[in-house]
């Protein structure tokens, strides 16, 4: 039964009576709904009655010392590391692209080389570059040095991690960017030219922003894998970051679960900061695509 | 040939000679072409003909493999020392490119900038004028073609007769010597094709020089000044459109009109 005029949308004067419909149940989702909430609580209670967990030790190291500085290395570790890999990954996709014939190929090798061997196995290979090379110089080649400086100066620990996550997560990045790229269709460089824009000028204004709306959803996977990875720097050795930090205490203490479950929280914590940033990002450069504006009138 | 250009006008557009491979593939085969300032030229012709590659090649999208292309007499990307061509910088070109605006089939707005955003680009952009002087000349580019109210919308709101006209004040923005059309009603619904012909008959009145390429026969024949027949990369039949259209010479131009009328 039509309960009156709330019913009733209007149209250029004119009543429409909008039909009444009983919607359609789903009683298969009541009963989903119910299971589910059943096996939650019985998963819940077991995880936080357990005495297994030791959760008093979790809230005792949750905010200890050590471990928020791990998790300010791990960010920034991730953040730095992430910005070289950016930077990298855009110069490659430009040099994938140019018409030179040795810039494209240097690109490839780059690719090839830094994403078929194990990120572990590079990492363990900065570690070692300061004993494989104890002088970075510039030198005549065969002839007298010019100026040089011992390695570890210049490649610390810090420095090492953050190349061997960066130039690895580059080549990955690069194959990122360059799917962004060859997906927007050609007449958007053409109808730039048309206009007299310059082949950087079209670059930066028009391919780049619509490249970004598909580059962002994988680019934002991959920082986050790149903060698990950050885990992985241990094999430098880098011994300040949160998975070494509650892994310390944890051999300490003789309680590893609890100290799993603080990194786990933290890192937990950063992927949902990280996850929001994306959303904002993702809805700037989807702006006249995916998210429009709404109609006026 | 060049009978039907008046004159006393100066050539705004001059083709001679001009040649397109795309690799072994012989697209325009010796193309003369003149186009007095205020004209309208417009090509018909059956698809591959190379009518667009004909409008690619007059704004350097494409680059011609022989002859000569001039606009306001000159010499389109080269320049010519000694008896040889060398080959401008691409900064030159990008300027040389300002001289003509190009309309497309499938409109090429960019789609993450608004109905005015489009429109702005090539002044703020290209030209350093600006924002605020853009923005006016924007607007009134847009008022020129009807769409005062629809500066924000992005072009995913507009409908394709909209966005084709956008696309037409974007090009209009820049000022252009000549006006170059690639079919711009063949990506449009049959009741959106109107709208869009009714700004080109517009532009044509104001005395733009204009080289349009379509298949709208109809409106061929009402607004140009001279129609030009393609086929396999040629220029089979040139002349006044009332009088081509009712007595075509060539048994191709026949052939291809007894399909299309």
Redesign the interface.
């Known amino acids: 039964m039509a309960s009156g005029h709330d019913d009733a949308a209007r149209d250029e004067g004119q009543k429409v009576r909008l039909n009444d419909v009983v919607p359609h149940r789903h009683p298969g989702r009541w009963v989903a709904v119910a299971l589910l909430a059943v096996v939650v609580a019985q998963v819940a209670h077991g995880i936080i009655v357990n005495p297994n967990f030791h959760w008093d030790v979790f809230w005792q190291y949750l905010f200890a010392p050590t471990v928020m500085a791990g998790v300010g290395w791990t960010l920034m570790l991730t953040v730095i590391a992430m910005l070289v890999a950016i930077v990298c990954a855009v110069i490659l996709v430009l040099m994938r692209d140019s018409e030179n014939p040795i810039l494209r190929t240097v690109s490839w090798l780059w690719i090839w080389f830094f994403r078929g061997t194990p990120l572990y196995t590079q990492l363990l290979f900065w570690g070692l570059f300061a004993v494989l090379f104890p002088r970075l110089s510039i030198s005549v080649p065969f002839g007298p040095e010019i100026i040089g400086v011992p390695t570890d100066w210049v490649v610390t620990a810090g420095v090492a991690a953050i190349l061997g996550l960066g130039l690895c997560e580059s080549a990955y990045l690069a194959e990122i960017f360059r799917a962004g790229f060859r997906a927007i269709d050609r007449g958007q460089t053409e109808a730039a030219q048309a206009i007299g824009m310059s082949k950087g000028r079209i670059w930066w204004r028009i391919l780049l922003p619509q490249a970004l709306r598909t580059i962002i959803p994988p680019t934002g996977n991959e920082t986050i894998g790149m903060l698990k990875g950050t885990a992985l720097v241990l094999a430098v050795p880098f011994t300040l970051d949160l998975m070494f930090a509650t892994n310390a205490i944890s051999n300490r203490i003789y309680l590893p679960v609890p100290m799993l479950m603080v990194a786990a929280f933290w890192y937990l914590a950063i992927t949902s900061v990280m996850m929001i940033g994306q959303y904002y990002l993702e809805r700037h450069f989807g702006r006249g695509q995916d998210y429009v504006p709404t109609r006026h009138a | 040939m060049s009978r039907h250009a008046t004159p006393d006008r100066a050539a705004a557009v001059l083709l001679e000679g001009v040649h397109k491979f795309f690799g072994n593939y012989h697209a325009l085969r010796g193309i003369d072409l003149t186009i007095a300032k205020g004209e309208v030229c417009v090509v018909i012709g059956p698809s591959g003909s190379g009518k667009s590659t004909l409008l690619r090649c007059i ?3 494409e680059q011609i493999s022989a002859g000569r292309v001039r606009i306001g007499g000159t010499l389109q990307g080269y320049d010519e020392r000694n008896g040889r061509l060398h080959e401008l910088s ?2 030159a070109i ?2 040389q ?2 001289l ?3 309309v ?1 089939q ?1 409109f ?7 109905a005015l955003g489009n429109v702005i ?2 002044p703020v ?2 030209k350093r004028i600006p924002k605020a002087e853009a923005r006016r000349i924007g607007r009134d580019q847009l008022a020129r073609v009807g769409l005062t109210d629809l500066e ?1 919308r ?4 507009l409908s394709g007769g909209q966005q084709q006209r956008v ?1 037409i004040a ?2 209009l ?2 000022e252009p010597e000549v006006m170059l059309f690639d079919e711009p009603t063949s990506a449009l619904d049959p009741e959106l094709v109107g709208e869009v012909l009714d700004v080109i008959k517009d532009l044509a009145a104001s005395g733009m020089t204009m080289i349009l390429v379509t298949h709208e026969i109809g409106f061929a024949r009402e607004v140009g000044d001279r129609m030009v027949f393609m086929d396999h990369g040629t220029i089979v039949e040139e002349g006044q459109p009332k009088q081509m259209l009712a007595a075509p010479k060539s048994t191709r131009t026949q052939a291809f009109l007894s399909k299309v009328l």
Not at chain 2, 108 to 114: G, I
Not at chain 2, 154 to 157: E, T
């Open positions: 704004n350097q999208i691409p900064r990008d300027r490119r300002r003509t605006g190009m497309f499938r090429n707005l960019f789609p993450h900038m608004t680009e090539g952009q290209v924000d992005y072009p995913n709101q696309a974007r090009a923005a820049m």
